[in-house]
Antibody, heavy 122, light 103 residues
Framework: QVQLQQSGPGLVKPSQTLSLTCAISGDSVSSDSAAWNWIRQSPSRGLEWLGRTYYRSTWYNGYAVSVKSRITIKPDTSKNQFYLQLDSVTPEDTAVYYC????????????WGQGILVTVSS | SYVLTQPPSVSVAPGQTARITCGGDNIGSKAVHWYQQKSGQAPVLVVYDDTHRPSGIPDRFSGSNSGNTATLTISRVEAGDEADYYCQVWDPVFGGGTKLTVL
């Protein structure tokens, strides 16, 4: 059974960097069939996919156009986890952030983390 | 970008059938996935690839997809089905969600 456990701060100041961690159990971040995603949810934007990282003989990333200039998603093979880094945050980045697994393009998000509410405020 | 349109709310009495639609341009050519989200919880996959159910999801949940509309059907609705439901296709993009109220 795959489990995703999220951690990170719930409050970030404007212009700073939002950083979250998703620890994986029951699968490997280096899986050659899965991909590891970050998705956020807010009342104004609904569910919004932010990006993913995956390994297919080498590491790949894909990012949403809306955040492409500010986002980095990185794997950590030694700890079997992956990270979200979102730079230069504003109050519009306030949301519940989820990590989630998919088993390949066009396939669904079949496992989700518990979610973390991140508030951007001074 | 691709837009998915869902009705904001659907209400149904217990034991009846709920149908939640998801509209998109030629959505019938895409694989549609459906998620259930109860208050304060992460989304849970209930239907994938238009019509398939993950293990553990009751057969009361079913899906269809044709033309410009995909539909999630919940038969014999129970109080525990009350939740928000979201459709999703690859970009990936999600619909705006439909709140299912069990009267």
């Amino acid at each position: 059974q795959v489990q995703l456990q999220q951690s990170g701060p719930g409050l970030v100041k404007p212009s700073q960097t939002l950083s979250l961690t998703c620890a994986i159990s029951g699968d490997s971040v280096s899986s050659d069939s899965a991909a590891w995603n970050w998705i956020r949810q807010s009342p104004s934007r609904g569910l919004e996919w932010l990006g993913r990282t995956y390994y297919r003989s080498t590491w790949y990333n894909g990012y949403a156009v809306s955040v492409k200039s500010r986002i980095t998603i990185k794997p950590d093979t030694s700890k079997n986890q992956f990270y979200l880094q979102l730079d230069s945050v504003t109050p519009e980045d306030t949301a519940v952030y989820y990590c989630a697994r998919d088993s390949g393009s066009f396939l669904p998000f079949d496992y989700w983390g518990q979610g973390i509410l991140v508030t951007v405020s001074s | 970008s691709y837009v998915l349109t869902q009705p904001p709310s659907v209400s149904v009495a217990p034991g009846q059938t709920a149908r939640i639609t998801c509209g998109g341009d030629n959505i019938g050519s895409k694989a549609v996935h459906w998620y259930q989200q109860k208050s304060g919880q992460a989304p849970v996959l209930v239907v994938y690839d238009d019509t398939h159910r993950p293990s553990g999801i009751p057969d009361r949940f079913s899906g269809s997809n044709s033309g410009n509309t995909a539909t999630l059907t919940i038969s014999r609705v129970e109080a525990g089905d009350e939740a928000d439901y979201y459709c999703q296709v690859w970009d990936p993009v999600f619909g705006g969600g439909t709140k299912l109220t069990v009267l």
